[in-house]
């Protein structure tokens, strides 16, 4: 070998240990974009994407790099799944980084939240593998800290489904009686004034007039004629049947000493053309419906009969069976039941709740804003009422709030076991379940809870802890809780959030907070003072997640909570 060909030959082989043989100079954090930096907490995982962009003649030709995300706290780290990357002459399936230009790289990082991330700081963690060596590159910071809003959303946030009591202060009833005439005739004979109906119907109204806890509304009476015959002689003839009907009623009340009846109203239809129809419909005469084309092709009253008439073997059937139905005078009576008032119920419960209907137990725990209260009501219920899911269920209820959800949903589960369509357990169950973390069956129940009110609350909740916020939004509607408001600040829609804050009937301590980041977001310090202060009156511990808070990286917290 010439002295020309031994110089080339060792040039070849010193380019060759430039691009391979020596090892990997450490990354540095220009290399890097974290976005969003600093991370968020997205559902109850922070995410991120960093980018590496790795400058030419940098990365070995046979080097493997297998790069870590750490978040790094104080007390712990937690590691994100490693990527693998490498050079152009490794034999592998991972994305290659090209020597002479360098080159673009993407890793995706995810962590499951926990409070003392907030403050932390995102590293990556190099391992190389080059020809036979392995070695470790120094870890280069990426990132500072977790902004941690939306982990204000929890569960134990949302308002359970209360299986609404059906008690109602004033019960309508209506009592009817017919009194039937001849063909022609306005007079009321004596055997219609003792007929089974009309005798109910008057002892209904001397019972409602005798109790104190029934008032007679109103007394209504409906007099009409059959459509036969000419419609001014069934006019005159319907109004004489409503003003013999009318003069027989006052004098009977008079008669029975019945004064307090609301009001005695009278009307009168000259023919009823829709009482005739359905009559007709729900007969057995064989051409009904020639008889109902004929009803729909004629509006005139007059030419309706007529036509009807000239049916001659039909109208017969029609005088024997349908027509003497419609010659009469309908007498109603609306009658008031009077419950129990609010203090007559709470003085029921005191004494003997055993004489309180289901309805009005499950009312009477309406009447207090006091959960133990409830809960010792919901209790009674369930034992004095153990067949009606609702008991349980808002038995349930009071115990979810006050934070037994063992108990909570054991009650929940006895709930849907006696009604198992009923979509109130069904809900709370599926709101046990996000407690859990089991979101999949936390979907399945929510998915069967259609139509109740507190739905939204939960789906909206269920969206911002699974990370979809825009959803969340969405199914919250007009929902008034500190996880709807939560949702609306991920989305920026900061004064929709404030507006769901001031109208919360029951602040408390997050919801505060919660009006103290939206101060921080909209640069309103007064804000941000006075709900930061109110928030740490309520509860000590915001002071320090605040400290650790970076929606408040930019105030003097000493100042304000101090």
């Given amino acids: 070998m010439t002295l020309k060909s031994l110089f080339v030959t060792a040039a070849v082989s010193a380019l060759m240990l430039t691009g391979c043989s020596k090892k990997m100079n450490p990354f ?73 230009k360098g080159g673009t790289a993407t890793i995706p990082v995810s962590f499951n939240y926990i409070p003392e991330m907030m403050k932390s700081e995102l590293y990556l963690a190099f391992t190389v593998n080059q020809g036979s060596k392995q070695y470790v590159l120094p870890r280069v910071k990426v990132a500072d800290g977790v902004l941690a809003t939306a982990a204000l959303a929890t569960a134990q946030g949302v308002n359970p489904a209360l299986g609404a009591d059906a008690f109602q202060r004033i019960i309508n009833e209506k009592y009817a009686a017919d009194i039937l005439f001849l063909i022609n005739q306005a007079n009321i004979r004596p055997g219609q004034l003792t007929s089974a109906q009309m005798e109910d119907l008057n002892n209904e109204l001397a019972a409602a007039h005798a109790d104190d806890r029934r008032e007679i509304e109103e007394i209504n009476i409906e007099s009409y004629a059959s459509p036969d015959g000419t419609l001014e002689f069934n006019t005159k003839l319907a109004q004489h049947r409503e003003d013999n009907t009318k003069t027989y009623m006052n004098k009977k009340l008079k008669k029975d000493k019945i004064t307090d009846f609301g009001r005695l109203t009278a009307n009168f239809t000259a023919e009823d053309w829709e009482g ?33 008439r000239n049916l001659t073997s039909i ?71 153990p067949k009606d899911y609702r008991t349980f269920n808002d038995l349930g209820l009071t115990q979810f709030k006050a934070g037994d959800l063992k108990a909570a949903k054991k009650n929940f589960e006895q709930a849907a076991r006696l009604s198992p369509q009923a979509p109130e357990p069904q809900m709370n169950l599926g709101v046990i379940a996000m407690v859990d973390k089991d979101y ?82 909209t640069n309103n310090d007064n804000m941000v003072n006075t709900n930061l202060r109110q928030a740490a009156r309520l509860d000590k511990s915001v002071a320090a997640r605040a400290a650790q808070d970076l929606e408040f990286a930019n105030y003097n917290l000493t100042t304000i909570l101090n």
């Fill in 28 to 100: 540095v954090a220009d290399n890097f974009t974290v976005n969003p930096n600093p991370l968020e907490v997205v559902g109850e995982k922070v995410p991120a994407t960093v980018t590496a962009r790795v400058p030419a003649k940098f990365f070995k030709k046979n080097a493997t790099v297998t790069v870590t995300p750490y978040l790094v706290y104080a007390g712990g780290e937690a590691a994100s799944q490693a990527y693998t990357f490498q050079g152009e002459k490794v034999r592998g399936n991972a994305p290659v980084i090209n020597y002479e």
């Fill in 276 to 308: 005739f129809k359905k009559l007709v419909a729900a007969s057995n005469i064989q051409d009904k419906d020639l008889i109902l084309s004929v009803l729909s092709m004629y509006k005139d009253p007059e030419q309706r009969e007529r036509e009807i």
């Fill in 315 to 385: 109208f017969d059937q029609l005088a024997e069976t349908i027509l003497p139905q419609l010659r009469y005078s309908r007498i109603t009576a609306s009658i008031n039941v009077i419950g129990k008032s609010d203090e007559e119920i709470e003085a029921a419960y005191a004494s003997d709740p055993s004489s309180l209907s289901i309805e009005e137990i499950l009312y009477c725990a309406t009447l207090t804003d006091d959960n133990a209260r409830k809960m010792a009501i919901y209790n009674t219920a369930a034992s004095l009422y």
């Fill in 440 to 521: 999949r069956a936390a979907n399945q129940k929510l998915g069967q809870a259609g139509g109740v009110e507190e739905l939204g609350d939960a789906l909206g909740t269920y969206y911002l802890l699974t990370g979809d916020n825009a959803s969340a939004v969405k199914a919250f509607g007009n929902t008034k809780s500190n996880n709807a408001a939560v949702a609306q600040i991920l989305t920026k829609d900061y004064n929709r959030a404030k507006s769901t804050l001031g109208a919360i009937a029951n602040p408390d301590a997050t919801t505060y907070y919660l009006m103290a980041v939206l101060g921080a977001r």
